[in-house]
């Protein structure tokens, strides 16, 4: 009888051997034939967010950074770069991305393509060369040229927000990421320029932590402090939840009906309007990012399909490609699961940076009033 169960069991592991080496085939066959390049310009940019062309020069770039495989049986280095495109680009689980028919992919082979594609995109080279803030006094000018030029608004090197994108409950230090809104995320800072084009980016902090403790221990807050310093006047604009600094404007609450304060203001709200208009375009194209898509990912590695997303976004951009637009249902509950900003107080020197910031905002206000169009 023992021996008889055994047999049992030794044919039955074969048969489910068989079954996975068939379906390994199968899957191999398909992918074979299968032909994304064939689909048209519109379908494919539908599926993968960015045009062939760049989906070539994106293969080229990440090909010497993704690991070397010397098996027969391998992936190739399209067919990753597709398989991550199509999880950011949807938010979908693994395993539906991975039975699309222009990828077939088992549930693993995604997973591995996605962390492959996305350490590659977080490459210091790759972040250097697509997340660049202006260093220099001549990138600094094209910045606060584009501003200018579409709004009026003098000296502004970049707008600054806050946006939070959901992940599963970590395990570790579970308390960092559990957010005002009941749910986990990272608190993710962006600033972007007048072109929709992203800075820099900020996605090392957890969703528990306010906007302003984000910005005042970010690198940028002490670099446009040195520029300050040097006798660099410029300013980044944020919102109210953010502490006003001399390089730092907020808008005026509660500013009298037809005053220069009111002015001021609106100014500066369709102004930093752009860093509104950033994210949601980041949020149309990768909707992996959408506060109700919810990554299942460590935190770690969250952090860094923030950092490709927005890698590609910026790729995207400097292209001219559209952003899809998002269904109003998922605006609406994305709007709805991000956070609402109260005004940041602190301390004695927090007192003496804001006399300064306020010096400094009552200057501009007085400049846009004479020059107002």
Known sequence: MARALIIIDALEADENRLNILESVRLRRCLRDQAKPLNLS???FRKHYRISKHLFLQLCS???????RSHRRTRVTVECKVLTALSFFATGSYQKPVGMNFLHTLSQAS?????REVTMALNNLQILKKHLKFPQTQQERSQVINGFYNK??????????????VALVRPAEHEERFFNRKHYHSRNVQIICDSDLNILNVDATFGGATHDAFVWRNSELNMHIQD????GENVWFLGDSGY???????TPIVNALPRSMEE?????????RNTVERCIGVLKARWRCLLAHRVLHYDHHMV???????CVLHNMANRYGLPAPQLPDEDVVRDVSRQMDNNVFFGGEEETQHLASGRRQRSMVVQRLWRNRR
Do not use: M, Q
């Open 110 to 114: 995604v997973s591995k393509a996605i």
């Open 61 to 67: 770039e990440l090909k010497p950074l993704l690991p």
């Open 303 to 309: 952090a860094k399909i923030i950092n490709a997303c």
């Open 227 to 230: 520029l300050h310093h040097n």
């Open 263 to 271: 002015y001021y203001t609106n100014l500066h709200c369709r102004t």
């Open 41 to 43: 310009e519109s379908l």
């Open 243 to 249: 502490p006003l600094r001399s390089w730092l404007l």
């Open 151 to 164: 709004f009026g608004f003098p000296v502004v090197l970049g707008c600054i927000d806050g946006t939070h």
